[in-house]
């Protein structure tokens, strides 16, 4: 398990910078044993040293790109693959280790409203990225497609959204669609409302993004 200040959401893309050598042991072993990892969001505490306190809905991310630099760190590439509840936490031996079990969103009920809250969604994110954009916020391009599967296109559009982690975590660890898509727009009212307060004060910057 690699504890976090950020969330990674299935189909999400983190790119991870490891130095720590508990992590590199870490990613050691996990390319030797199918290149996969939790990723857990940190709810006190600090990521470097241990002592943090984390929460209990995680997702599973795969390496897909390493490479090992001459001083044993590494730099990668993943992408989130699935959500993962934890039952039970393990001793750090050496790296924060858990035991968990899959957690399958409920499955899409395709009708016609289904169909018209994910457009609404969809639209109303996009506006939001663009004016975060406007402000000189990063963000992925919103102009972006979404996947066919409507579950994995919220999960796409909450990580495209300007959300903060514990938003997103909120939004990964709502049970399903449905309900996800309800909690998103709520998320969203306080966004907008934010980012439309910066606009009127003429605020054109934000923090710098983080990097790992």
């Known amino acids: 398990m690699f504890p976090l200040g950020t969330v990674l959401l299935p189909g999400g893309v983190l790119p991870l910078h490891v130095f720590e050598p508990r992590y590199r042991e870490m990613v050691v072993h996990c390319l030797d044993n199918g290149r996969e990892f939790g990723v857990v969001l940190i709810e006190r505490g600090n990521e470097v040293g241990g ?44 790296y924060p280790r858990a035991v968990v079990q899959d957690w399958d969103d409920s499955e899409f009920v395709d009708s016609d409203a289904g169909c018209s809250s994910l457009k609404a969604l969809s639209s109303r994110v996009r506006r939001l990225v663009a004016l975060a954009v406007e402000l000189g916020d990063s963000a992925d391009d919103p102009s972006q497609d979404l996947s066919d599967d409507p579950v994995a296109a919220v999960y796409q559009l909450a990580t495209l959204a300007p959300l903060g982690p514990a938003d997103r975590y909120s939004l990964l660890a709502t049970a399903g669609f449905t309900d996800r898509v309800e909690l998103f727009h709520r998320l969203l009212d306080d966004a907008e409302q934010t980012l439309m307060f910066r606009l009127n004060a003429g605020d054109t910057s934000s923090d710098p993004p983080t990097t790992w």
């Open 51 to 94: 002592g943090d306190m984390r929460r209990d809905i995680a997702t599973v991310a795969r390496m897909v790109q390493v490479a090992e630099l001459a001083d044993g760190r590494f730099a990668m590439i993943t992408v989130g693959m699935r959500r993962i509840r934890v039952l039970s936490w393990l001793d750090d031996a050496p």
